[in-house]
């Protein structure tokens, strides 16, 4: 039998104790030692993140006449975004609770536009590259909407031959900004010719790079045309708590327009309780993520974000040069924070298990079989020791040391 509630409580001593010893034995995020799921940008915005979150943690935005100042703060949350991602007069959007809410919330609005605004009946369709992430496929599967993954070339969307794959029901075509699994950005520009020769509704998903990828640009990186300066994108998903250095969960779905927004508005009257508008997938949406949200950008401005960022390409340019020299395979060009490798003469899985033995948990690619990692500012002062690490299990490797085989597993 599993757990029980207990008949009594616990102090909290106690409690505080036991939660400490249980974390004990996850990864050593604090240290470096992890390059997915946390993004590590220092105490001084650990410290913004916390105490602007706690203000914050009962209020609801659900209620905006309630609590004007989250409303207030998410707009300008909202505003600071489309600013950096050239949104145009009008633009508009808002906080959501991650990337995945962002891209459900945009494939409905797409969806819902399509239907109104272009007559689309019957069985809608997304065609996506098959390095986009898979929140794609669970918005269709929650929609009932047909997603039909394209294969990349040179790891990029191959918009030839997404063209050949849309017709008159295709709600949506999507590039990433970039994908997750190389790091990599989709040519967002013969995207959006495409988009703006069949009519179709165009969706970057920046998750990863919506605030890193202008600030990079900024510090004299080469980054292409990605966001709303491409014409014909239509919506965006941008995450705050990733390269925005927020507390979880933040993310943004940004519209180039109002009226596109206004598709997404959940709103119903037709139940005793009044009418409650929501516009996005939650109902009660936690005020400390978005007070949070607001403080951190507010902390770091343009000068502290571009100063983070220089230290996560720094970090990157150094595990390139690294890798390269241990015989690794660096997959395409990275430009912002992710890197992904792989390596002719061994499996990079299993070096992966060796390192995971030195506490490193990081992520794989599996076509090709790589490892991979995204980057935060406090690995600039550990990439000598990943290396050093790195060098020590791929020789591991080589001399059939491998151990007992680990399968990875990400959510």
Not at 75 to 104: C, F, K, R, W, Y
């Amino acid at each position: 039998m599993g757990a029980t509630l207990p008949k009594q409580g616990t102090e909290w001593s106690k409690l505080k104790t036991e939660m400490e010893t249980r974390g004990s034995h996850d990864v050593k995020w604090r240290e470096g030692k992890t390059a997915v799921y946390v993004f590590n940008a220092g105490p001084d915005v650990a410290e913004v993140q916390k105490e602007a979150y706690t203000m914050f943690m009962s209020e609801n935005g659900l209620g905006p006449m309630a609590f004007p100042s989250l409303k207030q703060m998410e707009e300008e949350v909202v505003q600071m975004g489309l600013g950096l991602l050239h949104g145009p007069e009008g633009a508009a959007g808002n906080i959501t609770s991650g990337g995945t809410d962002s891209i459900t919330m945009a494939v409905k609005t797409a969806r819902d536009f399509a239907r109104a605004e272009r007559g689309v009946q019957g069985q809608c369709n997304i065609v996506a590259p098959w390095s986009a992430h898979p929140a794609f496929d669970k918005a269709a599967k929650m929609m009932e909407i047909e997603i039909r993954r394209v294969p990349c070339t040179d790891l990029l969307a191959d918009v030839a031959a997404m063209e050949d794959a849309v017709d008159g029901n295709t709600i949506m075509i999507v590039g990433s900004a970039p994908c997750f699994p190389f790091g990599l950005i989709d040519p967002i520009e013969k995207l959006g010719a495409l988009a703006e020769k069949k009519k179709l509704w165009l969706h970057v998903d920046a998750c990863v790079g919506g605030y890193i990828a202008p600030f990079v640009r900024m510090n004299g990186g080469d980054v292409p045309p990605f966001d709303f300066e491409v014409p014909d994108v239509m919506s965006m998903s941008a995450d705050l708590h990733k390269y925005g250095y927020c507390a979880k969960g933040a993310s943004t779905v940004l519209f180039r327009s109002e009226e596109l927004r206004s598709h997404m508005i959940f709103d119903c009257a037709d139940w005793p309780g009044g009418r409650m508008v929501t516009p996005t997938l939650a109902g009660t949406r936690p005020g400390g993520a978005i007070a949070a949200a607001w403080a951190v950008m507010n902390f770091l401005g343009e000068e502290g974000y571009r100063a983070k960022h220089r230290q996560v390409t720094n970090a990157r340019e150094a595990v390139e040069a690294g890798v390269a020299r241990l015989g690794f395979r660096v997959l395409g060009r990275p430009q912002l924070g992710i890197v992904s490798f792989t390596h002719d003469e061994v499996d990079p899985f299993a070096v992966w298990g060796k390192l995971f033995e030195r506490g490193w948990f990081t992520s794989l690619t599996t076509e090709p079989k790589g490892l991979h990692l995204m980057l935060s500012p406090f690995h600039e002062s550990v990439t000598g020791t990943y290396l050093s690490d790195l060098e020590w299990a791929l020789g591991e490797v080589k001399a059939g040391n491998e151990g007992k085989k680990r399968e990875a597993r990400y959510s």
